[in-house]
């Protein structure tokens, strides 16, 4: 959801080191910004942060990029890494549509995507508009690794089998799919919650998890309904 218009936000956000201001002079450099050779991860639509900065304090190898559009929201994350003492190395935001991202990314520089809570654009007639759907799928197939994955989670079952009928029909292959990630212990450990599963899980709504690839490599998948 589109926050109201906050006054300074722009300018905030222009002036910090955490937003890359020109993503598409980095294309196919995106190791050379962070200065090294981890994997790099990216969530699209990060919202206020909280996921995706508290994965990059977890695991200082791995490299992480978070995706907003809407100022008003980036800036949240942004206000949050800036009051540390010390600067997080590893996360940098763009501030740019998801539609626009081949622009900014090479063939196999991402290692990972996620997709959290994401809008579910409820009527039929945006339904490409649907981070999860055929359209964006095939997006992010450019740029994710040959042996890439992507997470997706969400409360909304409409928007759930929406997606998983969309990775199925596009050739994508399940390595875990459920339909109550809360209570699948093997699942939950090591889950870190958005603000949205936060507020959802806690009026009882069931959270929904897939995660995909698009080459069948020897896993042990995981269904649960």
Same mark, same amino acid.
């Given at each position: 959801m589109r926050l109201r218009n906050i006054p300074g936000a722009d300018e905030v956000i222009e002036k910090s080191e955490y937003v890359i201001q020109d993503p598409a002079s980095h294309k196919g450099r995106w190791k050379a910004l962070f200065g090294n050779d981890n994997p790099i991860r990216m969530e699209i639509g990060m919202g206020k942060g909280k996921f995706l900065?508290? /994965?990059? %304090?977890?695991?200082?190898d791995v490299n992480?990029?978070? =995706? %907003?559009?809407?100022?008003? =929201?980036? /800036?949240?994350? @942004?206000?949050?890494?800036e009051q540390q003492d010390r600067k997080q190395e590893n996360i940098v935001f763009l501030r740019m549509d998801a539609r626009d991202l081949e622009e900014a990314f090479a063939e196999g520089e991402i290692d990972r995507i996620y997709l959290n809570f994401s809008d579910p654009w409820p009527k039929d007639r945006h339904a490409k508009r649907r981070l999860p759907s055929e359209q964006f799928l095939g997006r992010y197939r450019r740029y994710l690794k040959q042996d890439g994955r992507i997470e997706f989670k969400t409360d909304n079952r409409a928007? !759930?089998? !929406?997606? @998983? %009928?969309e990775a199925g029909k596009t050739g994508w292959i399940f390595e875990v799919l459920t339909y109550d990630l809360h209570h699948d212990e093997k699942l939950m450990q090591g889950n870190v919650m958005t603000e949205y599963e936060e507020k959802f899980s806690s009026i009882g709504n069931p959270i929904h998890k897939y995660i995909i690839y698009r080459e069948e490599v020897p896993q042990e998948i995981t269904v649960k309904s």
């Open positions: 900065t508290t /994965l990059a %304090e977890q695991n200082p992480y990029i978070g =995706v %907003e559009m809407y100022t008003s =929201v980036l /800036l949240r994350a @942004v206000q949050k890494l928007l !759930f089998d !929406f997606a @998983v %009928e």
